[in-house]
């Protein structure tokens, strides 16, 4: 999604490293390293970045620093296009189908830019509940701490047959998103 939107495969990774790890600091070669990307291309973008004034630059140790500029006006706005792309549900529901038996996931709260009292995503199946937590604690990217349910399918049907209040909510929210339902 975001190839097409910015057309520099380097563009995009220096964006996200950067918009990320908003307090670190990188000189260029570090980042050539980091993201596997030629120098040039990465001086350029960069370069590039610095002139629209997303990112400054300062010199220490006869190195060459860059950092973003979270006074950036568009600052919040690039860092949650980077956030909605590396935790959109598609890649969290193929990467829950790879750590277990997933029957149903309903992605809702902050997922969907929506406030939640409950929970971001329901996941019914047959999952471990420590690397589902490793998981989203590492790979998925948000704002806040993904807060979760996870149950068994009998009991999911359980207390679907008991119209149970909570899974009725997130079931009959129009601003949820089921990406699996196998249920």
């Known amino acids: 999604m975001l190839k097409r939107l910015f057309t520099s495969n380097t563009r995009i990774k220096l964006l996200t490293v950067f ?8 000189f260029i070669r570090e980042l050539t390293r980091k993201l596997n990307e030629q120098i040039n291309s990465i001086r350029r973008e960069l370069d590039n970045l ?10 220490k ?4 620093y860059y950092v973003v500029n979270k006074e950036f006006i568009l600052y919040d706005e690039l860092k949650g296009i980077i956030i909605k792309a590396l935790s959109s549900e598609n ?4 990467d829950l189908e790879k750590i277990g038996n997933v029957k149903l996931l309903v992605i809702s709260g ?3 830019n929506m406030p939640t009292k ?6 019914v199946g047959d999952l471990d509940k420590n690397t ?14 993904v807060k979760f349910a996870l149950m068994s399918e009998n009991d999911y049907k359980y207390r679907i047959n008991c119209n149970d209040k909570f899974l009725l ?9 089921i990406p699996i339902n196998k249920v």
């Open 169 to 177: 909510e997130l079931l009959n929210d129009e601003n949820n998103q």
């Open 61 to 64: 140790n006869r190195k060459k």
């Open 91 to 94: 890649t969290i529901a193929r």
């Open 50 to 59: 610095k002139r629209t004034g997303l990112l400054k630059s300062k010199t």
């Open 132 to 145: 589902l937590t490793q998981y989203l604690n590492n790979e998925v990217r948000t704002k806040n701490p």
């Open 110 to 112: 902050q997922f969907v």
């Open 19 to 26: 918009l990320m790890n908003p307090e670190e600091e990188y």
């Open 118 to 123: 409950s929970v971001d995503m329901l996941i």
